[in-house]
């Protein structure tokens, strides 16, 4: 019974990386499998040794903090919607690397069924680049409300842009560890890396444009191997990238205009976008920050309770202008700190603390203590924690799943008996 559930739950963890692009409900609900499968075979084992780490340690407090900033809302039931099952996020990442432990091909299949995903995700992507302004769906069928967004696979939500630039560096990753390093083994790994350039900077999603190249940077400062490859392989995609903009002036305009007008450093009445002076990223984006900065002021310590943005900002003293309410405030560590307060903040600061340390260790030490499969999935982290970005919904379970997806990897690597150094 116990290697039934075993096989189950690895093949959930195969399944997870095409299941991303379906939407937030199958991944979420095969992440919880995986963390029940886990949860009840290391209780019936009594394997306590995934539960005895800093990891767990750390994210057990935050959660259970999350909770008390729940119950002291205005709203409560609201809130607890996002933080009442938030542990099976935790449970997820350290069923991860349970079944790496219990299963010697998880990563080689995973790495399999990441590269599948990632050349659907290309092929479709290039559909949509092709037929931008032709058709209102992609490969699929799925609708496309805006021109200047490509969708998921299968789905509607335009976040194609974003799965691939958060999901590369563990794709090298898991790459890395599962294949020799030979010539032949990097052909593939290479085509993909520079369709990835190309299809995120199609995508118009700027956040996943600069997440790509924060990933690029962070990859060739830091991983000792590979350098010259991810080097070679960007310059590519960037002269293509440049030929294309040259020759396609809807992606001039849909990256590149459009980006500068909606931060007022141009002005352009043909885009309808209009902005007196420079912004944050955007007007509506300065609104969101704005508000939530304000209602921070009046919640300093506990903040006004996860989920909670999207109630507080129709409050007319936290009023800025009509672009100023939305369901979140588009940036993490500025939700972080009008819902959650001021300890919320020194949770996600730790982190960063002890993200820069160990990075900045690792480049200033002769013997570096990281791998190249290890650097990978710090630069997944790196992404995560990236401060000066436009995101997602702090507690969204699509971006969490993402999120936590590289974790169990990381923990197999620095905590599991059964990883051999490569």
């Given at each position: ?41 290391s209780i019936k084992e009594r394997n306590w040794i995934y539960y005895r780490n800093n990891f767990f ?126 010539k032949k083994n990097l052909i593939l790994p290479s085509a993909i890396l520079i369709a990835c350039d ?198 969204n379970n699509w971006i969490n799943i993402i999120y936590y997806l590289p974790v169990g990897f990381y ?12």
């Open positions: 019974m116990r290697s039934t559930f075993i096989n189950i739950a690895s093949i959930l963890i195969y399944l997870l990386p095409v299941v991303l692009l379906t939407g937030p409900f199958l991944p979420d609900f095969f992440i919880s499998i995986i963390g029940l499968i886990f949860l009840s075979i340690y750390f994210f057990i407090i935050v959660y259970f903090y999350l909770i008390v900033s729940s119950l002291i809302s205005e709203d409560s039931i609201l809130s607890l919607e996002s933080t009442l099952f938030y542990f099976r996020f935790i449970l997820f990442a350290l069923g991860t690397w349970f079944l790496i432990d219990n299963n010697k091909n998880l990563i080689k299949f995973f790495t399999i069924s990441l590269i599948l995903a990632f050349i659907l995700c290309i092929v479709d992507g290039s559909y949509q680049f092709y037929h931008s302004g032709q058709f209102e769906s992609n490969l699929f069928g799925y609708q496309n409300i805006s021109a200047n967004r490509m969708t998921l696979v299968f789905n509607d939500k335009q976040l194609l842009g974003g799965y691939l630039a958060r999901l590369l560096p563990l794709l090298f990753a898991v790459y890395i560890y599962s294949f020799p390093s030979n190309v299809i995120t900077f199609g995508t118009g999603e700027r956040t996943a444009i600069a997440l790509l190249f924060i990933a690029t940077l962070s990859i060739v400062v830091l991983i000792s191997k590979f350098k010259l490859l991810r080097v070679y392989t960007f310059l590519i995609g960037i002269l293509i990238i440049f030929l294309i903009t040259i020759f396609n002036s809807e992606i001039k305009e849909k990256n590149i205009d459009r980006t500068l007008i909606q931060m007022g450093i141009t002005d352009n009445e043909s885009l309808n976008i209009k902005d007196d002076k420079l912004t944050i990223f955007s007007k509506q984006h300065e609104s969101h920050y704005l508000t939530a900065w304000y209602i921070f002021t009046d919640n300093k310590v506990f903040g006004s309770g996860p989920k909670t943005f999207r109630i507080y900002c129709n409050d007319e003293k936290y009023y800025t202008d009509k672009l100023g309410c939305s369901t979140h405030p588009h940036n993490t560590y500025i939700q972080i700190i009008a819902e959650t307060g001021i300890i919320g903040l020194l949770f996600i600061l730790f982190l960063v603390s002890h993200l820069c340390f160990k990075t900045f260790k690792h480049i200033y030490n002769k013997e570096k203590i990281f791998n190249d499969y290890q650097v990978c999935l710090i630069v997944c982290f790196i992404l995560t924690l990236f401060p000066f970005l436009p995101t997602q919904s702090f507690f923990l197999h690597s620095i905590y599991s008996k059964t990883y051999i150094k490569k």
